[in-house]
């Protein structure tokens, strides 16, 4: 493997509606991680789980309330969640999330529970 740079310029934002990502980098030349920018802009966040991924939430901006396992927890730029597979969490309005996944996250691996 060489080494890469990925231009945040070449970037785009995908809409996910009430959730706005960035991926870094998620791509099969790399399956044991994956990198992407979050933004939560909206209300309408579901409860769901990873099947396959362990997730590690980094706060890059703001301050919000992150649900885990029917527990609330009131996170700020700085403080980092690890979520283990299989573990209900949704992450609400008002956060920007560095998030790395391994292996690298499948959006269809994902169930949602509401």
């Not at 070449?10 to 790399?30: A, M, Q, R």
């Not at 919000?64 to 980092?80: F, M, T």
């Not at 690890?82 to 609400?92: E, S």
């Amino acid at each position: 493997m060489k080494p890469l740079i990925i231009r945040g310029k070449d970037l785009k934002e995908n809409d996910y509606g009430h959730t706005k990502v960035i991926d870094v980098l998620n791509s099969p030349d790399f399956p044991n991680f994956s990198i992407a920018k979050v933004r939560k802009v909206g209300d309408d966040i579901k409860l769901g789980f990873d099947t396959e991924s362990d997730v590690a939430y980094y706060v890059l901006e703001g301050k919000g309330n992150c649900v885990i396992d029917g527990e609330s927890y009131v996170i700020e730029k700085g403080d980092l969640v690890f979520l283990p597979r299989g573990t209900k969490y949704k992450n609400l309005k008002g956060l920007t999330l560095l998030a790395i996944a391994s292996p690298r996250v499948d959006r269809s691996k994902r169930v949602y529970l509401e």
